[in-house]
């Protein structure tokens, strides 16, 4: 049962867009922005009417003018926005992966504004290529002879596969037929490429006798993928690089390589779980790689690929590479990036990743602490704020056995449930993201940037300030 009395009750569209909240707004907002603002708020309150069944009361027209002015000032501010992440998850994917160095975000905000030479050689005033501006950096850095850049490492792999085994089959090995998070399948990206699927092994057991078995007159390459995301314990076995190298060799077919996150440094030396680095696998006679370069390499969201010339230029000619392609923000985020790894030190200084991945924790815990006086002392009693040890994740699909130790604020809300307290966090001014554990809300400090101290404890005192 509705409460028609109550319908009839409600103001019309014309009254909310004559209230004078919503005539002030006339300037700065155009007439249909205030109209559609308008039919949302009276269309909700008759929503809330009907839901509220036969004893429903109308909104007052002050409320439904309320909701319209909010919905006008949410349609004026960016969708997308920063938010501090406290999740402790060094590569979130939800938070778009790895921030950039203040390097790259430079590049890209001067290639944004203005012509740039991305086609075109300023010496002879000739067409030139987009590559010529980021492939001289990678053939250095990774030893290779030649790279690419394509939209991400699933654009690369598509376009690999396509090139080299259209039609034909591509080996793998049962072991690496992953999934890598928001459904990218390896056996999915291989069936759209027109290659054909030539599994073999077990889930935890592949020799070389099994490839070399599966080879034929049909093979068009062999893969290698990199299962980033998962690890195998116990009764298993992978064949080894060297063996597929040879294999590939004695039959000469291509063989792809994917590493996965683009680590270019060794990581062992953080206690973190060794990573296949691009730049060994061509050493070790791998004709081909591909990687992301969001995730360990800390650059924009791009797919890397490089290794010999001809391949390289075989993917290069597909007219798939023109739909892949990059743009010049990504390239010039990119090549900033790589720029920095001429000097490794400099790349562990000045890239976010590797500067979070390699913080000491007794820095974290120091920035924590810090937090917590911000706060000050009454309301960090309220709220039982303390300093806990914890475990940070690389994430990304990355390192799923790296465990980075870590130091957090932990919150109890005042009044309210522990949810309550991280949505306040999450929907404030300067969004915060943390994760919950054992009732409490964990802000683990070393993914948050010292810089975004200040943001992080004002809104952490609005949001325990807050009415749930
Ligand atoms: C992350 C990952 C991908 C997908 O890379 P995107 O850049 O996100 O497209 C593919 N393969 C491996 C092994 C990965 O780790």
Redesign the pocket.
């Known amino acids: 049962m509705t409460n028609r009395s109550a319908l009839r009750a409600i103001p019309s569209v014309g009254s909310i867009l004559d209230s004078s909240e919503m005539i002030a707004r006339r300037g700065s907002a155009p007439r249909s922005v205030l109209v559609a603002a308008a039919r949302e708020a009276v269309a909700a309150a008759r929503d809330a009417v009907r839901r509220g069944g036969a004893r429903a009361a109308a909104p007052s027209r002050e409320a439904i003018v309320q909701d319209a002015v909010r919905r006008v000032e949410a349609g004026r501010r960016p969708s997308l926005k920063p938010v501090i992440n406290a999740t402790g998850v060094v590569l979130h994917t939800n938070l778009g992966r790895a921030p950039l160095a203040e390097e790259a975000a430079r590049a890209v905000a001067e290639a944004a504004r203005r012509y740039t030479n991305l086609e075109i050689e300023l010496g002879t005033g000739a067409r030139g290529s987009r590559m010529a501006h980021l492939e001289p950096l990678l053939v250095e850095l990774l030893h290779a002879q030649a790279a690419l850049v394509v939209n ?3 654009a690369a ?1 598509l376009l690999a596969l396509n090139t080299l085994s259209a039609g034909k089959e591509t080996v793998v090995s049962r072991g690496q037929l992953v999934e ?1 998070g928001g459904a ?1 399948r390896i056996p999915e990206i291989l069936e759209r490429s027109g290659a054909i699927l030539r599994e073999v092994g077990t889930t935890n057991k592949t020799r070389i006798r099994d490839y070399e078995r599966a080879v034929g007159p049909r093979t068009g390459m062999l893969l290698r ?2 299962p ?2 998962f690890a195998m314990v116990g009764f298993t076995q992978e064949t080894t690089r060297e063996e597929l190298v040879r294999l590939a060799r004695r039959n000469r077919l291509p063989l792809l390589e ?1 590493v ?2 683009g680590a270019m440094l060794d990581f062992t030396r953080w206690g973190l779980p060794a990573e296949p680095v691009a730049r060994e696998a061509l050493a070790e006679g791998v004709p081909l790689v591909c990687m ?1 370069g ?2 360990l390499l800390g650059g924009p ?1 791009a ?1 890397i690929i490089a290794g010999r010339r001809s391949l390289v230029q075989a993917l290069r000619a597909n007219p798939m590479a023109r739909a892949l392609r990059v743009d010049k923000l990504t390239l010039a985020a990119l090549a900033a990036t790589i720029r920095l790894y001429r000097d490794p030190e400099a790349a562990r200084e000045h890239l976010p990743v590797l500067r979070m991945l390699g913080e000491p924790a007794a820095r974290v815990r120091a920035r924590a602490r810090r937090v917590i006086r911000a706060i000050g002392a009454e309301r960090a009693s309220l709220c039982g704020a303390e300093v806990v040890a914890c475990t940070a994740e690389v994430g990304g ?2 390192m799923p056995l790296g465990r980075v130790p870590s130091y957090a604020l932990a919150l109890r809300p005042v009044k309210g449930s522990v949810e309550d307290l991280a949505r306040a966090l999450r929907t404030g001014p300067d969004p915060v993201l943390g994760r919950i554990e054992s009732g409490r809300l964990l802000l683990d400090l070393r993914t948050v940037d010292p810089g975004e101290i200040p943001g992080l404890v004002t809104s952490i005192v609005r949001a325990l300030e807050e009415k749930p």
Request: charged share 15%.
């Open positions: 991400n490492n699933a792999m890598i990218f993928v990199h980033s995301n994917d996965g996150s992301s969001d995730k969201q797919g699909g990355s």
